[in-house]
């Protein structure tokens, strides 16, 4: 959490006559008696934030986490993509990226941001490999026993939330992931996840080969049902949708 672009995106809002009640509801000068909630000023002045023309666009993009800190609302993310991919965009990449990879390595609760890489960045294939490579992919090299606890953190949060992206991007990071036991239990998630998302994207035989290898806690579900259907070759639930159903019939017989 970045607490001078929280203070930062306070003000502005303060500026546009926004301001955080007592209770921590809003209220807004141009809705008199009204209560607005932390989503409703995301979609009332987050897109506004990212065409203030008195600032620059790593200002405009500083400006915008700031509302999401001080938010914590997915909507805000929404309207960084919107910018992203707009007509104006692309936005500037390192200063994007590395607001992310921030967010995503603070012990703080990171769903907004992680639900944005899901289903935003990492579902749409052109921009899903960028941007796990932004968020993960480029660091892998530096997944050793000795990590800092920020990147293990960062590091589980992806791997949860990567489902979608395309096997080539992310094998060399599950790979990596796999030589640290301390990241089984989400690298066994993104295996997992990957094979029931719908746009999941799994390599069955790479997948098996990672899952055998896997040192999980005693009790952990599905293990065996996701075994069984890596081994007769279904890459997702939902390209064969009886097979998931037939593996929990024979693990619990």
Request: aromatic share 8%.
């Amino acid at each position: 959490m970045d607490k001078e672009a929280i203070e930062d995106a306070r003000r502005w809002l303060a500026e546009h006559g926004v301001t955080r009640l007592d209770d921590g509801a809003w209220a807004a000068d141009d809705a008199p008696g009204e209560r607005l909630t932390s989503n409703e000023v995301a979609h009332g002045w987050a897109g506004l934030a990212l065409t203030d023309g008195d600032r620059d666009a790593t200002g405009r993009l500083r400006l915008a986490f700031g509302l999401l800190d001080l938010l914590d609302d997915y909507w805000v993310t929404c309207e960084i993509r919107f910018a992203d991919r707009g007509p104006e965009g692309p936005l500037p990449a390192e200063p994007l990226w590395e607001s992310y990879r921030r967010r995503l390595e603070a012990p703080r609760d990171a769903e907004a941001v992680t639900y944005s890489l899901w289903v935003d960045w990492f579902e749409d294939r052109d921009t899903a490999a960028v941007a796990f490579a932004e968020v993960l992919g480029r660091d892998i090299g530096l997944l050793r026993s000795d990590a800092p606890q920020a990147l293990l953190r960062r590091t589980r949060r992806v791997l949860e939330c990567s489902g979608p992206v395309p096997w080539p991007a992310k094998d060399a990071a599950y790979r990596a992931a796999a030589r640290l036991p301390v990241l089984h239990p989400a690298l066994f998630k993104a295996l997992l996840n990957g094979y029931h998302d719908v746009h999941g994207d799994l390599e069955p035989t790479g997948a098996l080969s990672l899952l055998a290898d896997l040192d999980l806690p005693t009790g952990t579900e599905h293990v065996g049902e996701l075994h069984a259907v890596l081994a007769a070759g279904h890459r997702n639930h939902y390209r064969s949708p009886g097979a998931w159903d037939e593996a929990v019939r024979r693990n619990a017989g």
